[in-house]
Nanobody, 118 residues
Framework: QVQLVESGGGLVQAGGSLRLSCAAS????????MGWFRQAPGKEREFVAS????????FYADSAKGRFTISRDNARSTAHLQMNSLKPEDTAVYYC???????????WGQGTQVTVSS
């Protein structure tokens, strides 16, 4: 069983930055890929970004491209999401996710709130 714990959420003004972090309790094939989803009030949960263990394969939602950067530290079993030029529409609960390369997102964190004020 893998536990994911997010940190780094908070309140920021539009145009500001936040860095989310996610710590995995163990390092296994189950965390070969890590990523972030988000869910805004009244909206469906949506994919934000993901990264494979090697760190070279990254994927972003169109809304995140050019503003967000995902990275990981395999030695510490952590993943990070650097969010710049934040917009009010980025306001959501952000969830860290992890899973094996072949398969879905098996593990989900509890979520961290990001609020961007205009």
């Amino acid at each position: 069983q893998v536990q994911l714990v997010e940190s780094g959420g908070g309140l920021v003004q539009a145009g500001g930055s936040l860095r989310l972090s996610c710590a995995a309790s163990v390092r296994t094939f189950s965390t070969d890929k890590m990523g972030w989803f988000r869910q805004a009030p009244g909206k469906e949960r949506e994919f934000v970004a993901s990264i494979r263990r090697g760190g070279t394969n990254t994927f972003y939602a169109d809304s995140a491209k050019g503003r967000f950067t995902i990275s990981r530290d395999n030695a510490r079993s952590t993943a990070h999401l650097q969010m710049n030029s934040l917009k009010p529409e980025d306001t959501a609960v952000y969830y860290c996710v992890a899973g094996p390369n072949a398969g879905g997102w098996t593990y989900w964190g509890q979520g961290t709130q990001v609020t961007v004020s205009s």
